[in-house]
C-alpha cells in the first residue's frame, strides 16, 4: 500500500511540476509581448480630431460637473456651460488643474491624474482655438 501511495503522489508532483512549467513559459511569452515604446503605447489616442462635443464635453461632464455647476460652482467654477469652461481653458488652470501641475488645485480631486491620452486631447482642442465644435 505504501508503494502505491508514494507512486501515486510522485506521479502527482510530475504533473504539478509540468504545470508549473507550462505557466512559467506562458507567461514568459506574454511578458515578452509587452512594448516600453511610449509612441506604440499611445497610438490609439486620436488628437487629430478632436471637438468639444465628442471629447471634452463628455469628459467635463464626467469628471468636473458635479462638483462645478450652476447650482454648487465649487470654487466659482460653473463648468455646466461652455462659457464656463472656456474661461479657465484661456487662462490656464484647467489644463494645469487636470495635470496636477504644482501652482494649480489637483482636479478631480482625490483622484488620479487624468490619463496622458484624456490631456493631450483636451491640449490639442486648445491647440486648434478650444471651438465650440
Given at each position: 500500500?505504501?508503494?502505491f501511495l508514494n507512486k501515486?503522489?510522485?506521479a502527482n508532483l510530475s504533473m504539478l511540476n509540468k504545470y508549473h512549467q507550462?505557466?512559467?513559459l506562458s507567461?514568459?511569452?506574454?511578458?515578452?509581448?509587452?512594448?516600453?515604446n511610449e509612441e506604440e503605447l499611445y497610438t490609439d489616442c486620436d488628437t487629430n480630431n478632436v471637438t468639444y462635443s465628442s471629447h471634452i464635453k463628455p469628459y467635463i461632464e464626467n469628471s468636473c460637473v458635479s462638483c462645478h455647476n450652476t447650482n454648487l460652482p465649487s470654487g466659482g467654477?460653473?463648468?455646466?456651460?461652455f462659457e464656463g469652461i472656456?474661461?479657465?481653458?484661456d487662462d490656464g488652470s484647467f489644463l494645469g488643474s487636470i495635470k496636477h501641475s504644482s501652482s494649480y488645485s489637483a482636479m478631480?480631486?482625490?483622484s488620479p491624474m487624468t490619463d496622458d491620452c484624456k490631456i493631450?486631447?483636451?491640449?490639442?482642442?486648445?491647440?486648434q482655438g478650444a471651438e465650440k465644435n
Open positions: 500500500m505504501q508503494q501515486h503522489s510522485f507550462i505557466i512559467l507567461l514568459f511569452i506574454l511578458s515578452s509581448c509587452i512594448s516600453n467654477i460653473d463648468y455646466s456651460n472656456k474661461k479657465t481653458i478631480p480631486p482625490s493631450s486631447q483636451i491640449q490639442a482642442w486648445i491647440d
